[in-house]
């Protein structure tokens, strides 16, 4: 296992996507188990960063209260570059921030994060009852349509089935993040976050 260590700067020594993906295990292990370290939170922590952040991995997670991925995660300021939407969806803006962060942060990995009891495909399965989701309900509606037949938890499989639609998109879209996942510099990973446990899934790894 990769050791949670950082330099003067705040950078963790994660360059790969598998040493990233190591320390997100082990963060979420220690979340889920309630052996959290809290690291690198102090004030000391963000001055030392503000001429520059040194994020080691990219989280597109839903904007839901109950999901902080630092907290998921247990790491500190300036480990995670992180996108947070209503139903953990695509946008132009979103698109841009993640090659951003790998443009120009050189961050290796990104995982799509949906999570337990979601509220907006809640609401995108009753889109009557709430009109508001239309900005949303465009991308989620499909994907709930789609994993009707599935046997299990129709909530559950929507929501996984759309965090790995969202890691193909991010895969195929734009001149950025394609070619580094053909080298083996970027990796790209659909998760299911459970609320009631802590515990992070992670997919087609």
């Not at 979340?31 to 004030?43: D, I, V």
């Not at 000391?44 to 991995?57: D, G, I, K």
């Not at 009891?117 to 349509?145: T, Y």
Request: glycine share 8%; charged share 20%.
């Amino acid at each position: 296992m990769v050791e949670t260590k950082f330099t003067a700067q705040g950078k963790c020594k994660a360059t790969t996507w598998k040493e990233a993906l190591e320390l997100l295990v082990k963060g979420n292990k220690d979340f889920a188990s309630g052996e959290t370290t809290h690291p690198e939170r102090g004030r000391e922590t963000l001055f030392a960063q503000y001429l520059q952040q040194y994020p080691f991995a990219g989280i597109l997670s839903c904007a839901d209260s109950r999901v902080v991925p630092e907290l998921v995660f247990d790491v500190g300021i300036g480990d995670l570059f992180t996108c947070r939407i209503a139903g953990t969806v695509l946008s132009d803006a979103v698109i841009g921030s993640l090659e951003f962060a790998v443009e120009v942060l050189g961050v290796p990995l990104i995982i799509v994060m949906g999570h337990e009891n979601c509220g907006a495909f809640r609401a995108c399965m009753n889109p009557d009852l709430h009109p508001n989701v239309k900005g949303i309900s465009w991308q989620i509606m499909p994907v709930i349509e789609e994993c009707k037949p599935m046997a299990g938890d129709h909530l559950y499989n929507s929501i996984v089935a759309n965090a790995r639609k969202v890691s193909h998109q991010l895969r195929t879209v734009g001149p950025i993040l394609s070619p580094k996942i053909s080298n083996g510099e970027l990796k790209i990973i659909p998760a299911y976050h459970s609320l009631s446990t802590g515990i992070v899934t992670f997919f087609d790894v």
